[in-house]
C-alpha cells in the first residue's frame, strides 16, 4: 500500500512550513482489540521494498506544474525523488510531508478511533513530535483493510485531502492514482498522481533515505 506519501502525493507535497508545538496525547488505542486496524496491518505482508515511477500534475490559482520521479518504500517507509523541480514548486517538494505504512504508525502517532460505519473506520493520527501538521484522519476500508482516504490538518488552518486507489500488482495491492486538495489560507491547489512501472523488493540503497 502506497501511502504515500500516499504521497498524498500531490498537493500534499504543498504543505508549506509553518511553526507548530504540537503535542499527541497518551496512547489510549489498542491495536490488538480493532480488526479493521489488524487487516491494515496485514494488507501486502511479504512487501519489504518497491521502487516505481510518479507523476504529479498540480494547478494552483497562477498556474500549474508538472513533476516526474521515483518513488521508493522500505520496511513501510517512503521516499519520493523528483528529477527536475521548477521554481514554483521547489517550497513545496521541500516539505513534502509523508504518513507511512500502517505497520510504522504505532511509532510515529498517537492513535484513536473516530468513527466507524458500515463500510469504512477513520482513525485519527496526532504526530508524536512537533511538526507542520497537526493531525491526520486515515479512512479504512473495513473489509480490504485498504486506506483509501487521508485528510491532513496543518497548524496553518490549511487542510489537505487525498483520495487514493489501487490495483493489485504482483498479488500486493499498490497505488497507481490518487487526487488531492489543498485548502485554506492563502494556498488552492490541486494535485492528479499517476504511479507506474512498479518493481517490487529490490534493492533500496540507504542512500535513497539519507539524502
Known amino acids: 500500500m502506497v501511502t504515500r506519501s500516499s504521497f498524498?502525493?500531490?498537493?500534499?507535497?504543498?504543505?508549506?512550513?509553518?511553526?507548530?508545538?504540537?503535542?499527541?496525547?497518551?496512547?489510549?488505542?489498542?491495536?490488538?482489540?480493532?480488526?479493521?486496524?489488524?487487516?491494515?496491518?496485514?494488507?501486502?505482508?511479504?512487501?519489504?521494498?518497491?521502487?516505481?515511477?510518479?507523476?504529479?500534475?498540480?494547478?494552483?490559482?497562477?498556474?500549474?506544474?508538472?513533476?516526474r520521479g521515483t518513488i521508493y518504500e522500505r520496511d513501510g517507509v517512503d521516499k519520493i525523488v523528483f528529477d527536475n523541480v521548477p521554481s514554483i514548486a521547489k517550497s513545496f517538494v521541500d516539505q513534502q510531508p509523508t504518513v507511512g505504512e500502517p505497520p510504522t504508525w504505532l511509532r510515529q502517532y498517537a492513535i484513536s478511533l473516530d468513527r466507524r460505519d458500515a463500510d469504512t473506520t477513520t482513525y485519527r493520527l496526532e504526530p508524536r513530535t512537533a511538526g507542520n501538521v497537526r493531525s491526520i484522519q486515515a479512512v479504512v476500508q473495513n473489509e480490504s483493510g485498504l486506506v483509501t482516504r487521508y485528510v491532513w490538518k496543518n497548524a496553518n488552518g490549511t487542510s489537505i485531502a487525498s483520495d487514493q486507489t489501487y490495483e493489485t500488482i504482483e498479488g500486493f495491492r499498490l497505488v497507481v492514482s490518487s487526487r488531492t486538495a489543498l485548502r485554506g489560507g492563502v494556498i488552492s491547489a490541486d494535485s492528479a498522481s499517476t504511479f507506474?512501472?512498479?518493481?517490487?523488493?529490490?534493492?533500496?540503497?540507504?542512500?535513497v533515505f539519507s539524502s
Open 196 to 207: 507506474t512501472d512498479y518493481a517490487l523488493n529490490v534493492d533500496v540503497p540507504d542512500a
Open 8 to 67: 498524498v502525493l500531490g498537493a500534499c507535497a504543498l504543505a508549506v512550513a509553518w511553526p507548530l508545538r504540537a503535542r499527541a496525547e497518551d496512547q489510549t488505542f489498542d491495536p490488538a482489540a480493532d480488526p479493521v486496524f489488524q487487516k491494515a496491518l496485514d494488507v501486502n505482508r511479504g512487501l519489504r521494498t518497491f521502487r516505481g515511477k510518479i507523476n504529479v500534475h498540480t494547478r494552483l490559482l497562477l498556474g500549474s506544474f508538472t513533476l
